[in-house]
């Protein structure tokens, strides 16, 4: 199985604030990087698949790289629908997911 | 619209059954893999079962095996989890998903599973 490991496991920002959020598979998992937000008692929302492809209707502040094992979650300029939990996934091999970065407001 | 929509849960007994339904409005489900999601209260995402656009392929994760069951009607356009021998730490909100292009980009509201006597 590969195992996912986000960090931070959260973070406190202000609207405005570039934040960044790491994700490190235990193996290669080639291009199938994909990210995800998700706010309290809503579904999960696809933002970024294939490592950087924006998904449709997400604002462009939202960014993805990396490769291999080592990725990044980048959003330029934090706004306040933003203040969320995100998720790292791969699909590589079936599915699993980071443990979560919880986004907060300092 | 495209659209899932989850039923079948509720509050069942340690070693209960239990099946879930989702059902798929505004695409064919046909073209698609279709997976099995579920979160645990205050946890994070677990991905629990795929299966293939004929229902061929079945995959599932190590805390489900042999006790649930992935399986899909495309006439019905639906699919569905069987849950067996369902144990305590089996409560969670089960969602399904569709995948396009090895990302989940359509999910559905959940359906909440309570294990407990």
């Known amino acids: ?106 | 619209e495209v659209q899932l929509v989850e039923s079948g849960g509720g509050l069942v007994q340690p070693g209960g059954s239990l099946r879930l339904a989702c059902a798929a409005s505004g695409f064919t489900i046909s073209r698609h893999w279709m997976l099995w999601f579920r979160q645990a209260p205050g946890k994070g995402l677990e991905w629990v079962a795929l299966i293939n656009q004929d229902g061929g392929e079945e995959y599932y994760a190590d805390s489900v095996k042999g006790r649930f069951t992935i399986s899909r009607d495309n006439a019905r356009n639906s699919l569905f989890l069987q849950m067996n021998s369902l144990r305590a730490d089996d409560t969670a909100v089960y969602y399904c998903a569709r995948d396009v292009s090895a990302a989940e980009d359509c999910w559905g509201l959940g359906t909440l599973v309570t294990v407990s006597s």
């Open chain 1, 1 to 106: 199985d590969i195992q996912m490991t986000q960090s931070p496991s959260s973070l406190s920002a202000s609207v405005g604030d570039r934040v960044t959020i790491t994700c490190r598979a235990s193996q290669t998992v080639r291009n199938y990087l994909n990210w995800y937000q998700q706010k309290p008692g809503k579904a999960p929302k696809l933002l970024i698949y294939g490592v950087s492809t924006l998904q449709s209707g997400v604002p462009s502040r939202f960014s993805g790289s990396g490769s291999g094992t080592e990725f990044t979650l980048t959003i330029s300029s934090l706004q306040p629908e933003d203040f969320a939990t995100y998720y790292c996934q791969q699909s590589s091999r079936t599915r699993s997911f980071g443990q979560g970065t919880r986004v907060e407001f300092k």
